[in-house]
């Protein structure tokens, strides 16, 4: 008996890195697993049936249940499609891990359409789409269920070159806030990771220079996620958790005590916000 034996757990992006991590611990956990991914390059381009299917075969060569899905994430057919997959093949939904993602890194200035348009799709649409049509689903079951959504350090603290991604994410963050509160009366809880990792998606990015797979890979992220999932976090909802390598920790908004201007003496004004700015921010 693994955590998850008797549930369904669909991951979204499970064909490669974090995402096949978290696919094969799930099943190793006894879940049945859709594993979903487009089979796309990292700027999502392309697309096949491959990686989702090598991660099927890994599994079920270990003796769990999984099936493979190749939908989009960024359209609502795709979402449902998604769905539908899961309940044709297993009857049921009880887990949904948002991990579909791709970069189109580029400075802000030379920025295209094209390429806030397309992560913002898989990204923050995309985990929209998959989130509603799956609680809707996991509503009318009727006994409760776990969402966990992907954001990440650069859409909760900003990075260069990176203003479509994070925007994205931060996104994320609101819309993971905002699920968990909608979401309790049916009993679903919704959370979010803020992983980081060093997969194909990242391997070129500066803050992974010198580092391996053994000090910061995708089995350090999945471990996270079984937790939200599973029995043990039952009482929390509304949370991100970073996992960067071995350490664990919570990002959450920061709100100062702030100053409060005595309304007699009129509306604050620029000169006074200034040199009250020491005070506001502490």
């Known amino acids: 008996m693994g955590l998850f034996t008797g549930k369904v757990a669909v991951i979204t992006g499970a ?3 974090i995402g096949r991590s978290h696919a094969l611990a799930f099943a190793k956990e006894g879940a049945k697993v859709v594993v979903n991914d487009l089979g796309s390059d990292r700027n999502g381009g392309g697309k096949g049936s491959q990686a989702a299917d090598a ?21 609502r057919e795709g979402a449902e499609n998604i769905l539908w997959t899961a309940l044709s093949k297993f009857g049921r939904v009880d887990i949904l891990v948002n991990n579909a993602g791709v970069l189109r890194d580029r400075s802000f200035l030379n920025m295209t359409d094209a390429d806030w348009d397309l992560v913002n799709d898989v990204h923050l649409k995309g985990t929209y789409y998959c989130s509603q049509v799956v609680a809707r689903h996991i509503k009318v079951q009727g006994n409760g269920g776990r969402i966990i959504n992907t954001s990440s350090v650069s859409g909760l603290m900003g990075n260069f070159g990176q203003a479509n991604y994070a925007a994205a994410k931060a996104g994320i963050f609101g819309l993971t806030r905002t699920l968990a509160i909608e979401l309790a009366k049916a009993n679903i809880t919704v959370n979010a990771i803020a992983p980081m990792a060093l997969t194909r998606m990242t391997e070129d990015l500066p803050m992974f220079s010198g580092a391996s797979v053994d000090q910061i890979g995708p089995q350090f992220i999945s471990p996270a996620v079984l937790f939200l999932a ?17 350490r664990l920790f919570l990002y959450r908004m920061e709100k100062t005590d702030g ?10 004004t620029p000169q006074e916000i200034r040199e009250a700015w020491g005070r506001i921010s502490s």
């Open 15 to 17: 064909g490669a890195g």
């Open 55 to 75: 991660v099927v075969s890994e599994i079920k060569k270990s003796g769990g249940e999984a099936v493979p899905n190749y939908e989009s994430v960024s359209s």
């Open 230 to 246: 599973s029995e043990f976090a039952a009482d929390i909802s509304g949370q991100v958790l970073g996992v960067e390598g071995p």
């Open 259 to 268: 100053l409060e201007k005595d309304p007699k003496r009129g509306y604050w």
